[in-house]
């Protein structure tokens, strides 16, 4: 419980806002000339924007365990999608609540239930993995990897309109907004911490007409690439490509709409974002509130041919993050950090002071945004759906490594000279010393091999657990999770 120190220093309340499926560029404070987001580019305005963000594992479920707990995936072993997190390790939402927070969630969880305690006060609208907590358990399958036929829904359901996730999204911004505008009356000194958790601009990309009719005239984006070029000759990438084939379903005309989509879901995101911030203000709060705005996961929009997420590309494992508030300078930060970094925030912000020393561990980000540290080496790892092989990546100062177990060839790129990730440099010659001392550093932190065994060992007892292979083919299948 809070001490009267701890009173008297008056904490901030924390308001973490999460999105789903929002690609780090995707963003107008982030420099796309099309994406209309006046709420986040005004929040960046405010505080600190961090250019080299990235999530932990570039899929719902294993990234949201690793935000709650601050931990990378091979610590969680919330491997998949059919691994959810269910309460342990424990997360900063434990550790603030037991301060004396009130610790409150609205909206996407993707954890296994409320059953378990996720260590939040009260879990408001939650959405958990389905097939009651199993989640997609055929993304356990590997050698061979199994069809997958639900590819078809993303470019057939596409268009103006309201899904079940758009309604959701409005409920989520309304509870949220009637939560904090009722504290305000309430007279306590208990800081409170709230996560409110969008779903868009998440498929099925049906976007609200308001803000589809903001892209009327929209031209294919110039930063996406439709057709095939060389990177996509990797061959665990083709594998990928052909499970998660949802370029085949589109046309032209057909790809240019689902894209003006998605950048709708992104307007209406923004706007639900706008009512929140707009409740904080209106409470009084706003000048006593950390804000962090971020994202599970990107989206690759048909760029290379791929869509969703499962890559290491930049529009699928970068995401956007911004912070303001108490703690928080105006300014761009060029430091690498990831989703794993929110734990030690929160728990900084309460006064907790870490003593991990390892950058690759959850730090603090009002200290990093200070550090000006381009040398910080920041890890993602998949082991999900669609993949013959686990496979890890690093960012290092302009470098992203990309190493695939299993005995394939790994990949470099040089992003500040090729943004798009265009060129892999991971066969050439003149680059073999840049690629073995990035493979030294992914060894500081882990043992790629060890890791992709431990998983294939983990995976493997889980589908025993569900009756064997062809139990798992037989459960439920599905393209995105459903609200209820």
């Not at 709650?68 to 603030?96: I, K």
Request: with cysteine.
């Amino acid at each position: 419980m809070f001490s009267d120190r701890r009173i008297a220093l008056k904490l901030p309340n924390i308001l973490i806002i999460c999105s789903d499926e929002h690609a780090r560029e995707f963003s107008g404070c982030y420099g796309h000339p099309v994406a209309h987001t006046p709420t986040l580019d005004r929040l960046s305005q405010t505080g600190t924007t961090f250019n080299r963000a990235y999530t932990p594992s570039p899929i719902c479920v294993p990234a949201r365990a690793c935000l709650a707990t601050g931990l990378q995936v091979h610590e969680t072993r919330c491997w998949s999608s059919a691994e959810p997190y269910s309460g342990h390790p424990e997360s900063w939402m434990h550790r603030m609540r037991d301060l004396g927070y009130t610790v409150l969630s609205f909206g996407k969880l993707h954890f296994r239930s409320s059953q378990d305690d996720n260590g939040f006060t009260e879990e408001i609208l939650p959405m958990h993995a389905t097939n009651n907590g199993l989640g997609w358990p055929q993304g356990l399958l590997r050698n061979p990897l199994p069809p997958f036929v639900e590819t078809y829904e993303l470019a057939h359901q596409t268009g103006p309109g309201e899904s079940d996730y758009t309604q959701y999204d409005r409920e989520i911004a309304s509870t949220a907004c009637q939560w904090i505008e009722k504290s305000s009356s309430q007279t306590t000194n208990k800081p409170w911490i709230l996560f409110v958790s969008f779903v868009s601009p998440h498929y099925p990309l049906t976007a609200p007409s308001e803000f589809y009719e903001i892209y009327d005239g929209y031209k294919p984006d110039t930063g996406l690439v439709s057709a095939s070029c060389d990177t996509i000759d990797h061959p665990v990438l083709k594998q990928i490509r052909q499970f998660w084939d949802y370029d085949d379903y589109f046309d032209d005309a057909r790809r240019v709409e689902a894209q003006r989509c998605y950048f709708g879901l992104v307007s209406f995101l923004d706007e639900n974002i706008r009512r929140v911030l707009e409740s904080v203000e209106i409470a009084g709060s706003l000048n006593d509130t950390i804000t962090l705005y971020t994202s599970d996961h990107g989206e690759m929009l048909g760029h290379l041919g791929f869509w969703t997420k499962s890559v290491m590309f930049e529009k699928s494992a970068g995401i956007p993050l911004i912070a303001c508030g108490p703690g928080f300078d105006r300014v761009r930060c060029e430091t690498p950090v990831s989703l794993t970094d929110i734990a030690a925030t929160v728990e900084h912000a309460s006064g907790i002071e870490s003593t991990i020393s390892e950058p690759f561990r959850s730090q603090a980000l009002q200290v990093v945004s200070r550090q000006h540290n381009r040398n910080r080496v920041i890890l993602s790892q998949y082991h999900d759906g669609g993949t013959p092989e686990s496979f890890f990546m690093i960012r290092y100062r302009q470098w992203k490594y990309v190493y695939y177990a299993g005995g394939y060839r790994p990949q470099l790129f040089n992003l500040d000279e090729d943004p798009m990730e265009l060129n892999d440099l991971g066969t050439e010659d003149r680059f073999q010393t840049t690629t073995q001392q990035l493979h030294r550093k992914l060894l500081q932190i882990l043992d790629p091999d060890d890791v992709a065994r431990q998983c294939e060992i983990d995976q493997q007892a889980r589908i025993d657990e569900l009756g064997g292979r062809e139990a798992v083919l037989a459960m439920s299948s599905f393209n995105h999770t459903p609200v209820h």
